[in-house]
């Protein structure tokens, strides 16, 4: 059953209580506001979909590196999944023990490598038969015999944007099953590898169990045939954006559960997105009205959010204070020199005028990571809502911040 994270209380919008518009008086627009609460429900929601699996949760750090969310999680229970060692990095700062940690990306440098084994992290996924040569070597030099998964691509298309889809044969990523069954065959030749498990992710905002159910059996016959104790699937698992319907995580577990019980294998998950995405907003004040009242400029755009313009995503927009007037479809733009910079172009919202606040839901998940100072806009200030208070867990940035890494004077 959905979550409920925003209601209107007497008009105004709030997150478990706290009206947003408060926040916003308080620390200014734009701003990304979570929801604590509903971040740790949706892990909740996650162990009881899996709980015949009992899998290990590591929580996908791409989707959102606030440190505040990742201790969050990893104070749940969660282990990190990174894909630098600077995601490495925000881990272990936030409390993640390095055996909970698990180290993914099709461009590992030989650098990252060597943070990673220093760090002590509890798995590579490898993702090449370079990349493997390139571990065992740094692996031989610094004394240690890390685990492995090999991340295999099932050459399988998954039924999501083509942008996110990550297990078809022409992907970058991954390992083509007849390759890894050949490195596993030879995985004698790696003396400082403990090729231990199978990593697959076959794309993200998935569309279709019975693919994932497919994939699945794909990996627990390599895993069998080789001895492999461990299958990491991923994450992938979607949420709704605007008016849109997510196939529910419980659909999933009813398809992966039967394919993964009773095979005494270690599962886990690197969810990401429906960890975090449903319990964000962005909250933004409308700078113009134009057009006649057919656009909407705000004060945000694909600077900070930049899900619209890449992969033509609907969040749903949410004034913060609601009337009688009725709603009608408006395109709403940010300030960013760019045609594409659209943050809706049909969003159905009551009339509205010049300071009104509003919030564009279903961002918490790849908003502020995927965020950047384009046109020189310091970028957004993050709240964390938890037990009816809240609290600024990342400061906004300044013109300072801009010119920080120039040198002096220049
Ligand atoms: N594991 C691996 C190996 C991944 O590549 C990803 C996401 C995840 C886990 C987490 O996936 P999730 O549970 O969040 O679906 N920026 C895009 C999404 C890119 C996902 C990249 N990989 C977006 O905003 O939709």
């Known amino acids: 059953m959905p979550e409920t994270t925003l209601t209107y209380v007497e008009q105004e919008l709030t997150m478990d209580g706290v009206p947003l518009a408060e926040i916003a008086r308080s620390v200014g627009t734009p701003v990304y506001i979570y929801s604590l609460r509903r971040i740790l429900a949706q892990l909740e929601r996650l162990r009881a979909a899996f709980t015949p699996l009992q899998p290990a949760f590591h929580y996908s750090l791409k989707a959102n590196g606030n440190s505040a969310i990742i201790r969050a999680l990893v104070g749940a229970g969660c282990g990190c999944d990174a894909v630098s060692a600077g995601e490495i990095f925000l881990a272990r700062r936030a409390g993640c023990p390095p055996e909970r940690i698990v180290f993914a990306g099709v461009g590992k440098t030989r650098a990252e490598i060597r943070y990673a084994l220093e760090t002590g992290i509890g798995w590579l996924n490898v993702e090449n038969a370079a990349e493997l040569r390139r571990l065992e070597a740094l692996a031989a030099e610094l004394g240690h015999r890390p685990r492995a998964a090999l991340r295999i691509n099932p050459a399988l298309q998954?039924?999501?944007?083509?942008?996110?889809?990550?297990?078809?044969?022409?992907?970058?990523?991954?390992?083509?099953?007849?390759?890894?069954?050949?490195?596993?065959?030879?995985?004698?030749?790696?003396?400082?590898?403990?090729?231990?498990?199978?990593?697959?992710?076959?794309?993200?905002?998935?569309?279709?169990?019975?693919?994932?159910?497919?994939?699945a059996r794909l990996a627990v016959e390599l895993a069998r045939e080789f001895q492999l104790k461990h299958l990491n699937l991923g994450g992938g698992f979607p949420v709704a954006y605007e008016g849109g319907h997510a196939v529910p995580v419980e659909d999933f577990a009813a398809a992966l559960v039967p394919v993964l019980a009773k095979q005494g294998m270690k599962v886990a998950f690197e969810p990401g997105r429906f960890l975090v995405a449903e319990a964000g907003v962005l909250v933004a004040e409308v700078q113009y009205v134009k057009r006649g009242g057919r656009t909407v400029v705000l004060d945000t755009g694909m600077n900070d959010l930049l899900r619209p313009a890449l992969y033509e995503a609907r969040h749903?927009?949410?004034?913060?204070?609601?009337?009688?007037?009725?709603?009608?479809?408006?395109?709403?733009?940010?300030?960013?020199?760019?045609?594409?910079?659209?943050?809706?172009?049909?969003?159905?919202?009551?009339?509205?005028?010049?300071?009104?606040?509003?919030?564009?839901?279903?961002?918490?998940?790849?908003?502020?990571?995927m965020a950047s100072n384009y046109n020189a806009r310091p970028r957004p200030a993050e709240v964390l809502v938890e037990e009816g208070a809240w609290r600024v867990i990342r400061a906004r940035e300044t013109f300072e911040d801009l010119i920080r890494y120039e040198p002096k004077g220049q």
């Open 158 to 215: 998954a039924e999501t944007h083509r942008h996110i889809a990550t297990g078809h044969a022409g992907s970058k990523f991954g390992i083509p099953l007849v390759e890894a069954r050949m490195l596993l065959e030879h995985r004698g030749d790696y003396p400082h590898v403990e090729i231990a498990g199978l990593h697959m992710h076959i794309g993200s905002q998935l569309g279709r169990p019975d693919e994932s159910a497919a994939a």
């Open 316 to 369: 749903p927009l949410l004034p913060l204070r609601v009337g009688e007037a009725a709603a009608r479809p408006v395109q709403v733009v940010g300030p960013i020199c760019e045609s594409a910079d659209v943050i809706h172009p049909a969003a159905v919202l009551p009339p509205l005028a010049e300071g009104d606040l509003v919030a564009i839901g279903v961002a918490g998940a790849y908003g502020m990571s």
